[in-house]
């Protein structure tokens, strides 16, 4: 059975009394759930608290961005050692608000991707087209792009236990969900395209869609195999609505022997 990865990126959303109560209702409802990967993605202020009230239970942690320097005179900034330190076991890099906000570049974003790997994070890569690229037929290109720099400075192996989520721009936060068929073409070409170029063909990368998941779309996504998880924006800000998506997930890919 496939063990799906659903990951909730809250984004610049919460504060203390929206974790305590977020995470003692996932925790009465999914606390110990063995066929699914529960991630949650906190601002980076609040990681420690999250990392508390999660002991013991089967939610893992992940960070929502690091720094490429390991200590120093970076102000504002937190390392990647920082985050193992603090329990984070995922960090989100690439993430097209970051590329867009604050100018990060694929080469920033490939030096991020080493540095957590070297500190054995996994990097939870984000990657996907413009609405622009999307209408133009050129989704495949920019993901390629956007991989194209960490297989050339680090090599197809790199990328073996990694997490690349696939996120359309044009589907983040505005409802439009892109078609699982799509999808599923997109993972697979991602796919095929780090193990073309991995000389030993034994790496394994986890590949998630993001983009507008919700508990309506989750089982037409999850039916793809090439599908291997959701990484969730909005509606992971409501607890019922992402233990829906986790239950849905775990239904789906359960049914299914790819
Ligand atoms: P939404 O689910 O709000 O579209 O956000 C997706 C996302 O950016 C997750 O990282």
């Known amino acids: ?20 109560t977020m995470v003692s209702i996932l925790r009465q ?3 110990s759930i063995q066929n699914c990967k529960v991630v949650i993605a906190p601002p980076m202020i609040y990681l420690g608290q999250v990392k508390q009230a999660i002991y013991n239970s089967a939610i893992e942690l992940c960070a ?3 720094d490429l320097h390991i200590s120093g005179a970076f102000t504002g900034e937190v390392s990647s050692n920082m985050l193992k330190d603090i329990g984070a076991k995922y960090v989100i890099i690439g993430h097209s608000e ?10 920033v974003i490939a030096r991020k991707f080493y ?4 500190e054995g994070l996994i990097p939870v890569l984000c990657i996907g087209e413009t609405e622009l690229e999307h209408q133009e037929g050129r989704t495949k290109e920019a993901c390629a792009r956007q ?43 991602i796919r095929t395209y780090i193990a073309q ?36 924006g909005s ?24």
């Not at 659903?6 to 203390?16: A, Y």
């Not at 970051?98 to 080469?107: K, N, P, Q, S, V």
């Open 1 to 20: 059975m496939i063990h799906p990865l659903v990951i909730g990126n809250w984004k610049l959303n919460g504060n203390l009394h929206f974790i305590s």
């Open 98 to 107: 970051r590329r867009l906000w604050h100018a990060e570049t694929d080469y």
């Open 29 to 31: 409802s999914i606390g």
């Open 64 to 66: 929502q961005n690091v």
């Open 147 to 189: 991989i194209d720099v960490i297989l050339s400075l680090q090599g197809a192996e790199a990328f073996n236990g990694v997490v690349i989520a696939y996120e359309p721009i044009w589907a983040i936060g505005t409802g439009k969900s892109a078609h699982p068929d799509k999808v599923q073409e997109v993972h697979e070409f």
């Open 235 to 258: 509606a992971c800000l409501n607890p019922e609505s992402f233990i829906d998506i986790i239950r849905l997930a775990v239904k789906q890919k359960s049914s299914k022997m790819f």
């Open 115 to 118: 540095i957590l790997k070297k």
């Open 197 to 232: 170029k991995d000389a030993k063909k034994d790496s394994f990368v986890t590949i998630q869609y993001g983009g507008s998941v919700t508990s309506k779309n989750i089982m037409g996504l999850c039916a793809q195999p090439d599908i291997d998880g959701v990484l969730v």
